[in-house]
Each structure stands twice: as C-alpha cells, then as structure tokens.
C-alpha cells in the first residue's frame, strides 16, 4: 500500500473488555512501532519489532498490554481488561529497518493514522 | 530515563511573524528528529539531525542542533497558516527509540 494503515481507526470498548488494535506497515518495512499518545502530549514508546521479532516492549504500561508480528508484516496490539486509563491514540510507525547510513543515523518513522480508543 | 522538553506549549502568531520551538533533553542525543502533526493528523517526518552544532534548512524552517547534542530548535519565518499544527522533536538516545517531546502547538492567525 502507499502509506501504514491501521483499523479500526475508531474503538469505543467498555471497561473490562479486550480490544485488538490492528497496524499494515509499509511493504518491505522491516521495523514497526507502536506509540501511545495522549491528548495534548507527544507520542510515547510502547514496544518495537525487527521482522518478527519483538526486540524492546519496555513501553508496555502494563501486562494487559501485548503486541505481536507474526509473520513480520502485519502488527496487532491487544489490550486485555481495558482501564479508562488506556484511552489514548495508538499509533503504529515502520521504518524500513532502525538504523542507517552505518548505524549513524536512525530512519525516518511513517506514522500511520491511528486509533483512537476510548474506554467507557 | 531520557526526558525530553519541549517549549512553549502552544504559541499564537500573526500570518507573517516568525515562529520558534525549543527541545531540550536530559541526556545527550546521537540524533534528533522532527515532526510534524496537523490537527487530527498523525506525526509527519520533517528532518533529522545528526552532528553536533548542525544546522539545516527548508525553505522558511531552520533547524538546529546544540554544540553538546542536548537541545535543538526550530524556527519558522514568516509563518503561513499552511504552518498550522503541533511541532515535535524526538530524540535518540542509547536506548536505540524515539523519545518525543511533548510538542509545541502552533496557531497562525489569518
């Protein structure tokens, strides 16, 4: 596709349920990422996967968070038990792998749209 | 961890003023990078930077880098409201991810 998607880009869940969160990087994109962004702050770090690997998860706010690439392509955040807390927008980014240039320089991120959870 | 500040939180301008953001960061950087988010938009790439004291330009946004790659800035001339939108930087640390400042949110009134 032309850019990263994500869907659904709209989630209203009740506390207490789970949700799946679902992010189509860009074909040939090696890394993807997953941010947190709350209104009127920057996007925060969640978890990073190399193909199918996920290298750093050390965003994850808590356990109920869990991410998962399978196959090295498709990306999917669950959250378990939402809390109110958990309303945010997610954002999915990949970048065609971390690092460049020799390791000198980090790629650039392509943000797709975002979900925006809100948890009721 | 790394912190990241950014100032100030919003700012209104007039069409035609200049406009600037600073990031500050609690550690020293191996790169910073810039975004752009229109409202209701998600982050766009805008640069990055990589050796201390670099300074880059597009067109009417500068760019710069400090001496000890701990604080950048951006400066826009003669805004437009084409320029609509909050500005963030995003540091690199030794943790190898982004760390986003907190944005700066610019308003130019027509």
């Known amino acids: 596709g032309a850019g990263v998607s994500q869907s659904p880009r709209y989630k209203v869940a009740k506390r207490g349920q789970d949700v799946a969160l679902r992010c189509d990087p860009i074909s040939g994109h090696v890394s993807l990422f997953w941010y947190q962004q709350a209104l009127g702050q920057g996007p925060e770090f969640l978890t990073y996967f190399q193909n199918e690997a996920q290298l750093d998860k050390s965003g994850l706010p808590s356990d109920r968070f869990f991410a998962e690439r399978p196959e090295g392509s498709v990306s999917t955040l669950k959250i378990q038990r939402t809390q109110q807390e958990d309303s945010a927008v997610y954002l999915c980014?990949?970048?065609?792998?971390?690092?460049?240039?020799?390791?000198?320089?980090?790629?650039?991120?392509?943000f797709g749209p975002g979900t925006r959870l809100t948890v009721l | 961890g790394q912190q990241v500040m950014q100032i100030p939180q919003y700012q209104h301008v007039q069409e035609g003023e200049d406009f600037t953001t600073y990031c500050n960061s609690s550690t020293t950087l191996s790169n910073i990078q810039w975004y752009k988010q229109r409202p209701g938009g998600h982050p766009v790439f805008l640069i990055q930077l990589v050796k201390s004291g670099e300074v880059k330009k597009q067109k009417r946004l500068t760019f710069q880098f400090g001496e000890a790659k701990k604080n950048s800035s951006l400066h826009i001339t003669a805004t437009q409201t084409t320029d609509v939108g909050t500005y963030f930087c995003a540091g690199v640390g030794s943790a190898r991810q982004l760390t986003f400042g907190s944005g700066t949110q610019l308003t130019v009134l027509p």
């Open positions: 980014a990949s970048s065609l792998t971390v690092l460049a240039g020799g390791g000198r320089t980090y790629n650039e991120q392509f």
